[in-house]
């Protein structure tokens, strides 16, 4: 059973920077497809961002392109968010996700495990 373990919300102001970190336990992290989703009150889990299990490849939701960037360490086993120039729009609580599955995912079924979640509230 994998493990997903988030870190690093809180509070951020408009136009400032939050960094998230997802440490993975497990000896196969290094095979995984890693993804972040994020869901605001009342709305559905939406996708924010990709990265392959080589790390050679990463895909973004449009509304955080230029602003966000995910990076992933094997030798720690983490998978990081960094946020940049925050919008109050990016509130949310944001998750982490690993897949199996090779090839670009961006849907919440394209992954068998998920962390528990990190809050992250940007006030304006």
């Known amino acids: 059973q994998v493990q997903l373990v988030e870190s690093g919300g809180g509070l951020g102001q408009a136009g400032g920077s939050l960094s998230l970190s997802c440490a993975v336990s497990g000896r196969f992290f290094s095979s995984y497809t890693m993804g972040w989703f994020r869901q605001a009150p009342g709305k559905e889990r939406a996708f924010v961002a990709y990265i392959s299990a080589s790390g050679g490849i990463t895909y973004y939701t449009d509304s955080v392109k230029g602003r966000f960037t995910i990076s992933r360490d094997d030798a720690k086993n983490t998978v990081y968010l960094q946020m940049n120039s925050l919008k109050p729009e990016d509130t949310a609580v944001y998750y982490c996700?690993?897949?199996?599955?090779?090839?670009?995912?961006?849907?919440?079924?394209?992954?068998?495990?998920w962390g528990q979640g990190t809050q992250v509230t940007v006030s304006s």
């Open positions: 996700a690993a897949s199996g599955v090779r090839g670009l995912v961006i849907t919440p079924g394209g992954y068998n495990s």
